[in-house]
């Protein structure tokens, strides 16, 4: 079995928090896979269901961020979780927005909710880091981190939270390596087609329609005057066979 806790605070006002970007990406997986309804345990909300052949268990501590250890801890003692099969979803400063890394073990970069985690199970557990980006000062982090995505936000979030929870089976496999990649193709522009691009290599040119032949108004004039002269000529001689009659 996996355990994928998202890390942030309980309660609707922190529910767009940026700290809340791990809640965000387990209610994501949990909607995208039908995963069970969510249930109180652990003194936390849990819902389990599969990736692929692994058994997953999602946990969002309620415990607010600074305690979220006590809910993890609690968890994997009860299911008798190794520590190396636990993955953290986490808001991460030191990322831009909309960029994500993964890795094992390191250290906490401040991070409340990791510190926790660390204090009482250890710190070899692989942290699935989402970029928000920084305020830029240290005394503005907490009201940043506080704070609500902007509505621009929107336009990077909502896509790699759906593509996280798509390749969410990589990490259930234990690819994280493919799971950065997924997730980073499926966040790419499409790219624009080069004039040409998509015919068929040495396909004969379509014949363009046939155009009428563009007539010179010259010599519509003399056409004109040919038949005009062609007439009276007809004419003439009908008069003269008459006369001769």
Known sequence: MKV????????SQYERNRHNVGFMALDRIADVHRFSPWKKRFQALTSDGSLGDE?????????????????????????????????????????????????????????????????????????????????GAKELVSGYVLHDFAKADADWLEPMLDA??????????????????DVARALQ????????????????????????????????RQSKRANALAENLEKWLKGRKQQND
Request: charged share 25%; proline share 9%.
């Open 55 to 135: 058994r997953v268990l999602l946990i969002k501590p309620q415990t607010y961020m600074n305690e979220s250890g006590q809910a993890v801890g609690e968890a994997l003692r009860f299911l008798k979780v190794p520590v190396s099969e636990l993955y953290v979803f986490h808001d991460e400063l030191d990322l831009a927005p909309g960029k994500l890394k993964v890795k094992l073990g390191g250290g906490n970069a401040g991070h409340n909710g990791l510190r926790s985690i660390s204090a009482h199970v250890g710190n070899e557990y692989v942290r699935v880091r989402i970029g928000i980006g920084h305020p």
């Open 4 to 11: 994928f806790v998202g890390l942030g605070n309980p309660g």
């Open 164 to 181: 996280m929870a798509k390749a969410a089976g990589r990490l259930a496999d234990g690819d994280s390596e493919r799971f950065q990649t």
């Open 189 to 220: 522009p499409p790219k624009e087609k080069k004039a040409g691009e998509g015919e068929a290599k040495g396909a004969a040119p379509e014949p363009k329609p046939m155009q009428p032949p563009r007539r010179h108004p010259a010599g519509e």
